[in-house]
């Protein structure tokens, strides 16, 4: 099959979407005109056959839906003809964007290959060309209706931001999607140089089981890397009679390389940007709430954070506010400033969980240092790995579990 997309202006003249052959006249331009309105151009009117054989009729053409109609939502639009092969298709919506489409291999029809979009009214050129070279045009119009029910989603990327190695691209939805792979093909994402990576279905901490799909690659992003993800998700069923209602495109780069590796047995830190490896005096979980393993990618950071015991299901163990926040789980793992890491940091551990860093200006220098998307993997801890939806986990699961997490594997 072969791919026909072309941009056509959305003020081109309506005909009638039924083309049938038959008697005629000619339209303001000349060409010959079936009853049905559609333009045949080729042979005049009225001239003759070529000696000993009969004339060829025209090729007819049948655009569904048809001419005024209303499209239903999740249905293409096929455009099919008799007597002759199809030479071109466009759909156009009525903000100059093209739909594209399949023509099969014989040239008996057309159809759309993308959703389309909610509320939008398409123009429609098609051209047909019978056994003798004759061309049939036809033109029309038709609506898409509103969604009675809308799937919102968000994307946890910014438009021309920069993020760390291990930023994944993570995108969330209001309700559960059932069909999971209609969203995930209606997603893309393209890199320069190009990068090996998928998609993957991941349950969320506070989130419903299909509310949540993540993008990595293979490995860490290199730095330098363009990311472009785009969500082409306006008019894409999402099951249980919702469709997505918007489409968007991210932009963003890559920044430096920065891994912080946090041994508890040793009670270090140690900072890889790739020059000069830093080594950081920490304590962590004590071991009766000792601190998550595995990696964790920072989600976000706060110079000046409440912290809540209540929240996180400690009691009244603390309430107050902390310094220099980099947050790493949605469970509520922070790497902070903590004023026992003063005395306790390269000995022991005594948090709640957290990996605390001294008053000194040693946590203010690492919270100055880091941004959103840059890694921390804790190792020789008591707990058990963090869970993949527990904040940024994505990096936990090996290459091929991780594929196994995609819809259209």
Same mark, same amino acid.
């Given at each position: 099959?072969?791919?026909?997309?072309?941009?056509?202006?959305?003020?081109?003249?309506?005909?009638?979407?039924?083309?049938?052959?038959?008697?005629?006249?000619?339209?303001?331009?000349?060409?010959? &005109?079936?009853?049905?309105?559609?333009?045949?151009?080729?042979?005049?009117?009225?001239?003759?056959?070529?000696?000993?054989?009969?004339?060829?009729?025209?090729?007819?053409?049948?655009?569904?839906?048809?001419?005024?109609?209303?499209?239903?939502?999740?249905?293409? !639009?096929?455009?099919?003809?008799?007597?002759?092969?199809?030479?071109?298709?466009?759909?156009?919506?009525?903000?100059?964007?093209?739909?594209?489409?399949?023509?099969?291999?014989?040239?008996?029809?057309?159809?759309?290959?993308?959703?389309? $979009?909610?509320?939008?009214?398409?123009? !429609?050129?098609?051209?047909?060309?019978?056994?003798?070279?004759?061309?049939?045009?036809?033109?029309?119009?038709?609506?898409?209706?509103?969604?009675?029910?809308?799937?919102?989603?968000? !994307?946890?990327?910014?438009?021309?931001?920069?993020?760390?190695?291990?930023?994944?691209?993570?995108?969330?939805?209001?309700?559960?999607?059932?069909?999971?792979?209609?969203?995930? &093909?209606?997603?893309?994402?393209?890199?320069?140089?190009?990068?090996?990576?998928?998609?993957?279905?991941?349950?969320?901490?506070?989130?419903?089981?299909?509310?949540?799909?993540?993008?990595?690659? &293979?490995?860490?992003?290199?730095?330098?890397?363009?990311?472009?993800?785009?969500?082409?998700?306006?008019?894409?069923?999402?099951?249980?009679?919702?469709?997505?209602?918007?489409?968007?495109?991210?932009?963003?780069?890559?920044?430096?390389?920065?891994?912080?590796?946090?041994?508890?047995?040793?009670?270090?830190?140690?900072?890889?940007?790739?020059?000069?490896?830093?080594?950081?005096?920490?304590?962590?979980?004590?071991?009766?709430?000792?601190?998550?393993?595995?990696?964790?990618? !920072?989600?976000?950071?706060?110079?000046?954070?409440?912290?809540?015991?209540?929240?996180?299901?400690?009691?009244?163990?603390?309430?107050?506010?902390?310094?220099?926040?980099?947050?790493?789980?949605?469970?509520?793992?922070?790497?902070?400033?903590?004023?026992?890491?003063?005395?306790?940091?390269?000995?022991?551990?005594?948090? $709640?969980?957290?990996?605390?860093?001294?008053?000194?200006?040693?946590?203010?220098?690492?919270?100055?240092?880091?941004?959103?998307?840059?890694?921390?993997?804790?190792?020789?801890?008591?707990?058990?790995?963090?869970?993949?939806?527990?904040?940024?986990?994505?990096?936990?699961?090996?290459?091929?579990?991780?594929?196994?997490?995609?819809?259209?594997?």
């Amino acid at each position: 099959m072969r791919r026909t997309t072309v941009t056509v202006l959305a003020a081109l003249a309506v005909f009638s979407a039924a083309c049938t052959g038959g008697g005629g006249g000619k339209s303001d331009d000349g060409k010959a &005109r079936p009853a049905d309105g559609s333009v045949v151009s080729g042979a005049p009117v009225g001239a003759p056959a070529s000696p000993g054989s009969p004339a060829a009729p025209a090729a007819a053409l049948t655009v569904t839906p048809a001419d005024g109609a209303k499209l239903t939502l999740g249905q293409p !639009v096929t455009v099919a003809v008799t007597g002759g092969r199809i030479g071109g298709v466009t759909v156009t919506a009525d903000d100059g964007s093209a739909v594209p489409g399949e023509t099969a291999q014989d040239g008996s029809q057309w159809h759309s290959t993308a959703a389309l $979009h909610v509320g939008t009214t398409y123009s !429609v050129v098609a051209t047909a060309t019978n056994a003798t070279g004759q061309e049939t045009r036809q033109t029309s119009k038709f609506s898409t209706p509103a969604a009675d029910k809308k799937l919102t989603w968000q !994307v946890n990327v910014s438009n021309g931001h920069q993020y760390g190695v291990g930023m994944p691209i993570s995108v969330t939805f209001d309700q559960p999607v059932t069909d999971r792979a209609a969203v995930e &093909r209606a997603l893309t994402v393209t890199t320069e140089p190009k990068v090996e990576g998928s998609w993957s279905w991941v349950k969320d901490r506070n989130l419903n089981d299909g509310q949540r799909i993540d993008f990595r690659p &293979r490995d860490y992003w290199q730095p330098g890397t363009k990311v472009t993800v785009k969500a082409a998700l306006n008019g894409v069923p999402t099951g249980g009679g919702r469709f997505g209602a918007r489409d968007a495109e991210v932009s963003f780069t890559i920044a430096r390389h920065l891994v912080a590796t946090v041994d508890l047995k040793t009670h270090e830190m140690t900072v890889d940007d790739g020059k000069t490896p830093v080594k950081i005096p920490v304590t962590g979980g004590a071991p009766a709430t000792p601190t998550w393993g595995g990696t964790m990618v !920072v989600m976000d950071k706060d110079p000046h954070l409440l912290m809540d015991s209540r929240t996180v299901g400690f009691a009244d163990a603390y309430h107050d506010y902390y310094d220099w926040a980099v947050h790493l789980t949605t469970s509520g793992t922070y790497l902070h400033e903590n004023h026992r890491a003063d005395t306790e940091a390269g000995h022991n551990n005594v948090t $709640h969980g957290c990996v605390g860093l001294a008053t000194d200006g040693t946590a203010q220098s690492f919270y100055n240092r880091v941004i959103p998307g840059d890694v921390v993997i804790v190792k020789n801890t008591t707990e058990k790995t963090v869970a993949t939806g527990n904040g940024y986990g994505d990096w936990n699961p090996d290459w091929t579990a991780w594929q196994a997490g995609s819809a259209l594997k």
